[in-house]
């Protein structure tokens, strides 16, 4: 679902108003923010969640003090006048005590997305969420794509898009580059697909 606001500039204010209120009237509702744009985001199916309990395990294997937090709101955009919900951010345990349903992006060394079964998930998860990631200065973009089965790393932000960007097949290991610093098996994603 795309919603275009009514007038040209949605105050970021009235969208958190509104995602706000979405969440409580709707169960699952989460609203995104991105390009002016408000995009509901897909409830993740047990595949989903499945990878990302894996990505949060290997996480905390090689960096106990970190933590790969699921759906947390960030702010994000050059401005940070945007609002996404990566389905995990890797940052420290307690990077976001205190902050609300929206944080600060500073803390964050990773920002993942799993792709979801809903059409505008290519626009969504190639084009703008790695634009506002690089945007903000999140250091990598971690994509993994199950319609086409493959990972992509995105490293380098120059605080317009991602200066590398790196894209391997499942089954194939992928180096995350510091500051995270871990290389990912990624044959086991193969049980995770449709």
């Not at 047990?46 to 290997?58: A, E, M, N, Y």
């Not at 990631?133 to 199950?146: F, H, M, N, Q, S």
Request: proline share 6%; hydrophobic share 40%; aromatic share 8%.
């Amino acid at each position: 679902m795309t919603v275009m606001a009514d007038r040209p500039h949605m105050l970021t204010e009235d969208f958190e108003a509104v995602a706000r209120i979405g969440a409580r009237e709707v169960e699952g509702l989460r609203l995104e923010f991105i390009d002016g744009v408000i995009r509901s985001k897909a409830v993740p199916d047990g595949d989903h969640g499945r990878i990302i309990v894996w990505l949060s395990r290997i996480c905390m294997q090689h960096h106990p003090g970190l933590w790969l937090h699921a759906g947390q709101g960030v702010k994000v955009e050059q401005y940070r006048e945007g609002r996404a919900i990566p389905d995990g951010v890797l940052a420290h345990e307690d990077a976001f005590v205190g902050q609300g349903d929206w944080v600060d992006p500073a803390p964050i060394l990773m920002a993942v997305e799993v792709t979801s079964w809903d059409s505008d998930t290519v626009r969504r998860d190639h084009v703008e969420k790695p634009r506002a990631y690089a945007e903000t200065g999140i250091p990598v973009y971690l994509l993994i794509d199950r319609a086409k089965c493959e990972v992509s790393v995105y490293s380098q932000p120059n605080g317009q898009r991602y200066e590398s960007i790196h894209i391997v097949p499942y089954g194939t290991d992928i180096a995350l580059p510091d500051p995270v610093g871990i290389t990912l098996q990624t044959e086991v994603l193969k049980d995770w697909v449709r």
